[in-house]
């Protein structure tokens, strides 16, 4: 068996690890994590979204559906409505509830111009309480 004598001699410094190089490198790895956090901030567009940690179906019955098809058409309650008598309806519809949600579906072909002008009518009715449908990956075929 391997014998081994400690033998400290009066006025010798007992071992020490010297934590200065490593204590140097963290805050050189803290540095380089803040500025480059910084350099890879999204591009930041005048959005208030809601935090969600899941997406949920929380589709009432109560909710006021608009449908936009592929081609153009738009259904509110699946009761087909012209652009032209888009804010007429939508009024109608919301003055006896106010807060009550609407949920935009639009087909992933469906004219962008058509999605604005509904989302335009509804913030003309000064109506926020707007959720836009749409698929979860999962779900994706």
């Known amino acids: ?17 010297n934590m200065t190089p490593m204590v140097d490198m963290v805050f050189l790895l803290l540095i380089f994590f803040l500025l480059t956090s910084m350099a890879m901030r999204p591009p930041v567009l005048d959005l208030s979204l809601p935090q ?4 949920e179906k929380n589709l009432g ?3 006021l559906q608009i449908v936009i098809h592929k ?3 738009i259904e509110i309650n699946r009761k087909p409505v012209r652009r032209s008598q888009l804010q007429a309806e939508l ?8 807060e009550k949600k609407v949920v935009l579906s639009a087909d992933a072909q469906a004219p ?17 309480n707007l959720a836009i449908a749409s698929q979860s990956l999962k779900e994706a075929p």
């Not at 009066?10 to 020490?16: D, M, T, Y």
């Not at 009024?91 to 106010?98: E, I, V």
């Not at 962008?112 to 335009?120: A, K």
Request: hydrophobic content about 45%.
């Open 112 to 128: 962008f111009g058509v999605f604005v002008s509904v989302i335009d009518t509804l913030h003309a009715l000064n109506h926020h």
């Open 1 to 17: 068996m391997l014998r081994l004598k400690l033998s400290i001699r009066q006025g010798a410094s007992a071992p020490s690890i």
């Open 91 to 98: 009024k109608a519809q919301l003055a006896a509830q106010p």
């Open 52 to 55: 969600a940690d899941h997406a």
């Open 61 to 63: 019955r109560e909710d």
């Open 71 to 73: 081609a153009g058409q």
